[in-house]
């Protein structure tokens, strides 16, 4: 096809007129060109949803419709109806001496990895998997670290989710374990897997709405944790986060906040059949790969799992036939149903 500038003459607009639509190959890009309404539209042919070709949808009132699962675009600007089939590419249009030219590498509003982010973050609000893939493989594709998109995942999940830190936050945080160690291709999957898991964990879900810390710097830090973990003993989830915010808002070393959360988390023997302390090990080492700076907000996350937990102790199969808070009392010595019982269980 000839080329003029950045367009490329396609088909005559006499021969579109009558037709309504034409299909045109241009660098190896299929588009789909329309004359509707007396304008003429130029789409990726390939529907955004699984790819069925839109030469094929029907055009009326403005909209594009894709035959395969009815996904609708405003044929203008390829903006759809549906979120979960994503927007279509266009492409600019002009008409020279009868014929139609297109632009098929017009420049984006948005760099790559802007695009990318703000797409990633509309597939987390949505749950909308296909969202989310094409997104993260965008991230990965335009050189963005692995360690963005998963803090953009990790402050989603703890933000909107009301209950607290969930599976898919875990989920998360095991695929980014292991992402350094995968080949490209398989990092894409890694990433896109616990993204996703986020989602869907947070589909639905109320928000969290924080408890602030303390508006002061003087308590020590023995004191701190003291109050934690008495407020987690008696499941008090709104006292046990202004202690933890405290902790991070005075600026107390990463350690000694390990130290405040754990000890609390083994007050009371396999808590939630260790969940507890499998989602805490998960959000600390989230946080030694996206940073410190939204410790406040990702730890609080798990005051309400911490706090509303099984406590194994209280359990009958624990007790009965055979006392294993006993057992674990005659191997380790002192009363591990009080607070403080398992600090030195390590």
Not at 39 to 62: K, T, W, Y
Not at 284 to 294: A, I, K, P, Q, Y
Request: proline content about 5%; some cysteine.
């Amino acid at each position: 096809m000839a080329t003029v500038d950045d367009f490329q003459a396609t088909v005559s607009l006499d021969d579109l007129e009558a037709a309504g639509r034409e299909l045109v190959s241009i660098d190896g890009a299929a588009i789909a060109l329309f004359h509707h309404e007396g304008e003429v539209r130029a789409v990726d042919n390939r529907c955004p949803h699984m790819g069925f070709p839109l030469s094929e949808g029907s055009v009326a009132d403005g909209i594009l419709t894709c035959h395969w699962h009815h996904a609708r675009f405003e044929l203008s600007c390829g903006d759809t109806f549906d979120p979960w089939a994503d927007d279509v590419r266009t492409y600019p249009t002009e008409i020279r001496d009868g014929t139609v030219f297109v632009n098929p590498n017009p420049p984006r509003e948005l760099p790559p990895d802007e695009h990318w982010a703000d797409r990633l973050e509309t597939g987390l609000e949505e749950n909308l998997r296909l969202v989310v893939a094409k997104s993260t493989i965008g991230l990965l594709d335009a050189g963005v670290d692995y360690r963005k998109p998963m803090g953009t995942a990790l402050e989603f999940g703890t933000r909107y989710r009301e209950s607290g830190w969930g599976p898919g936050l875990t989920i998360l945080g095991c695929m980014t374990n292991v992402i350094d160690d995968l080949d490209p291709a398989d990092r894409k999957r890694a990433l896109y897997t616990g993204v996703r898991h986020v989602a869907d964990d947070c589909a639905d879900q109320p928000p969290n709405f924080d408890q602030p810390s303390f508006s002061t710097d003087e308590v020590a830090f023995d004191r701190l944790k003291s109050w934690f973990r008495d407020c987690i003993e008696v499941r008090d989830a709104d006292g046990a986060e202004r202690c933890l915010r405290t902790a991070v808002a005075t600026g107390r070393s990463e350690a000694e906040v390990a130290e405040l959360f754990f000890a609390a988390a083994t007050d009371h023997p396999y808590l939630s059949s260790g969940h507890v302390l499998d989602f805490a090990n998960t959000a600390f080492e989230c946080l030694e790969r996206v940073g410190w700076d939204d410790a406040d907000e990702t730890l609080a996350s798990l005051i309400d799992p911490l706090a509303s937990a099984d406590r194994s102790d209280e359990r009958s199969s624990w007790r009965q036939p055979v006392d294993l808070v006993a057992l674990l009392e005659d191997v380790y010595g002192g009363d591990v149903t009080a607070t403080s019982g398992l600090e030195d269980l390590a």
